[in-house]
């Protein structure tokens, strides 16, 4: 149900040529791993380089809005992690989902 949600949010947004995960830094950061800069880049690779950003802010906005009382300590872990300079965020909307899906909460009674 979440999911079928969120991917309709994301269909309005791209409807209105919205695209909010897209910025210049993390394009050119995508662009630099495989020794591509702006100006050099194809169309092609300049267009996957957005679609790549894209989905990835899609996958963790995916992740971070999830039901908190079911999935909060999920959340903080990834925030924990990233703080301490390891990002595990999920690149995807499909690693986002298993995220969710496989993820267990912590017993109780530990």
Avoid: C
Wanted: charged share 30%; aromatic share 14%; net charge positive.
């Amino acid at each position: 149900m979440y999911l079928k949600k969120f991917r309709q949010y994301i269909d309005t947004v791209e409807h209105f040529g919205l695209r909010p995960g897209e910025t210049i830094n993390d394009i050119e950061q995508i662009l630099a791993k495989t020794k591509k800069y702006m100006k050099s880049a194809s169309d092609d690779e300049l267009s996957s380089a957005k679609k790549f950003v894209n989905e990835r802010w899609y996958a963790i906005l995916f992740v971070r809005h999830a039901n908190a009382a079911k999935y909060g300590q999920l959340i903080k872990d990834l925030e924990n992690t990233y703080t301490r300079g390891s990002n595990e965020y999920p690149e995807t909307m499909d690693k986002a989902y298993a995220y969710l899906l496989n993820y267990r909460a912590p017993s109780i009674n530990q």
